[in-house]
């Protein structure tokens, strides 16, 4: 919501908006804009009336905004009908959808077309290092958005991407997330397939054709097309293969090649493998478009990924301390795995969040432990707003850390960040990564981790010279 403030304000539009507290980086962000904002909802904010208020989906009936506004019929939308109206028409639609990695997906394809000079138009669901921000109106033919999912508003129970009409699709991967709106995997899927059948005949669909998980989900989503498929993979047997992947210090090396023939070779700034699939994505799409490779090359290789991506927060006494978004247990394994890579012969801690609505109901409690346990150590906080959930659908925190133990890896739990942070300024050493995941501040973790390292040095340094 907060990126879309700034484009409609670069659109001309007098904005102004309201939260129940608005944090970094939409704060800092809107502030960068002049943009006035509340912290809190009163009917009394939307006097005099505004010409259209846009609703976000989290915004339920009861709140006061919202009875205001329907009690006065004042003109309304949600954020993706504002996509639809105003920004869409007669652009070219770029939309990267899938369970996993779409938000690093649209910021590369942004920065490519950027590199290119294409001069695109992009909406990414996270600031995107390159550009500072979330989003860019370069005034090109192309729109590249990232295609959620989640649904669109309270009285429009459908998820967002129905209404960004994708002329190029991505779909990256297919597992079984937000299980507050969706009843069971089979649902989640309907979504996905639905969406392939929007994009038109003369369009394109791109999907990951070797994912044991994915794989046959997304098969079938693809069987919806009307337009060409393409697959992409390190398997035999896709459309556009990697070859020849392997780590490079902090960099990842690897070939592409279509249908046998050498595409080209390539480095990006950003580890993992998960990483690679993302460029492989994104670099199919920008050769579709007609983008070179050598300038697809020289974009991926000064790609610099998307905030709280494996985001280095500091080091303090050899104590390395990294921000992630992970927050699906295929995420979380992914991000440790890279981070092995990323940095090896590190003692790695994996410390979570369980705060998305999927990982707070128990629906990944039995694949969470196998992917935590990668980890060296592992520390699992409390639920976010635990309170909400009953007993019986709420994740058992120490369930999962007694099933970590299982497989050999020590585990604890703490009800609070300030009982982690003072645990971890304890017993980390020097040469330790501490992997801190959650898709949101964890309650300020990495900057009360960092502050108590940082107290420890400070100690530790005056008894030396004592």
Known sequence: MAPLAGMLRERGFRVTGSDSGVYPPASTLLESLGIAFFNTFDAAHLQPAPDLVVIGNIIARGNPELEEVLDRKISYRSMPEILEEVFLPERHSIVVSGTHGKTTTTAMLAWIFHTAGKRPNFLVGGVSENFGKSYGLGGGEDFILEGDEYETAFWDRGPKFF????????????????????????????????LVNLVPRSGRVVIWGDADDSGPALRRAAEKAFCPVETYGFRGGNDWMVSDSAVDGEIMRFRAAHHGKMFGEFALAATGRHNVLNAMAALIVAQGRGIPV??????????????????????????????????????????????????????????????????????FQEALPKALALGDRVILGAVFRAQQLGGENRLDPETVAESVRALGKDARVFSSSDAIAEHLAAEAKPGDLLLIMSNGSFDGLCEKVLKKLGTAAQLAGEARTQ
Do not use: C
């Open 163 to 194: 209404h960004y009409h994708p002329d190029d699709l991505i779909i990256t991967s297919l597992e079984y997330d937000h299980a507050d709106i969706y009843s069971d995997f089979e649902t989640y899927q309907l979504a996905f397939r639905r």
């Open 294 to 363: 050598g300038e697809i090359a020289k974009a991926l290789g000064t790609f610099r990924s998307v905030k709280r991506r494996m985001d280095v927060r500091g080091e303090i006494g050899g104590v390395l301390v990294v921000d992630d978004f992970a927050h699906h247990p295929t995420a979380v394994k992914a991000t440790i795995e890279a981070a092995r890579g990323r940095w090896p012969g590190r003692r790695l801690w994996a410390i979570l969040e369980p705060r998305s609505n999927s990982m707070r109901r128990k629906v």
